[in-house]
Nanobody
Framework: EVQLQASGGGRVQAGESLTLSCAAS????????VAWFRQAPGKGREGVSC????????YYADSVKGRFTISRNNARNTVDLIMSDLKDEDTAVYYC????????????????????WGKGTLVTVSS
C-alpha cells in the first residue's frame, strides 16, 4: 500500500518559518516527480513547488519564489517543503504528491494530475 504522510503544519506568525515533511512508504520517491500543492479557503488547488524525477529541476509558483524550497531526500524517502518569511496568504492546506509519468516540473505544478496524494496538513499564518 502506498502512503504519503505529510506533517509539520501548524500556526505561525507572519515572517516566521516552517518546514513541512512528507514521508513515503510503498514507493521510492527517487522514482517519481514530487510536489507540494496547496488549497486556501475558498480557492482552487495551486501547485506550490514541484521537482522533476531525474533532473531534479525545480519549479516554484511566483508567489513563493525566494521563500520556499523543495527538497527530496532519497535515502530517507521523504520530500520537504522549507518555508520562510511566511505571509497571511500562505494560509492553506498543503498536500504532498508524486507522479511517475515524467512531467517537467513546471507542467506537473500546472496540474497534470498525480499518481498518489497525501492527506493535507494545515498551515495557518497570522499577522
Amino acid at each position: 500500500e502506498v502512503q504519503l504522510q505529510a506533517s509539520g503544519g501548524g500556526r505561525v506568525q507572519a515572517g516566521e518559518s516552517l518546514t513541512l515533511s512528507c514521508a513515503a512508504s510503498g514507493i521510492r520517491v527517487a522514482d517519481y516527480a514530487v510536489a507540494w500543492f496547496r488549497q486556501a479557503p475558498g480557492k482552487g488547488r495551486e501547485g506550490v513547488s514541484c521537482m522533476s524525477t531525474f533532473e531534479y529541476t525545480e519549479y516554484y509558483a511566483d508567489s513563493v519564489k525566494g521563500r520556499f524550497t523543495i527538497s527530496r531526500n532519497n535515502a530517507r524517502n521523504t520530500v520537504d517543503l522549507i518555508m520562510s518569511d511566511l505571509k497571511d496568504e500562505d494560509t492553506a492546506v498543503y498536500y504532498c504528491a508524486v507522479d511517475g509519468r515524467g512531467w517537467p516540473a513546471s507542467l506537473y505544478c500546472a496540474g497534470r494530475g498525480s499518481d498518489y496524494w497525501g492527506k493535507g496538513t494545515l498551515v495557518t499564518v497570522s499577522s
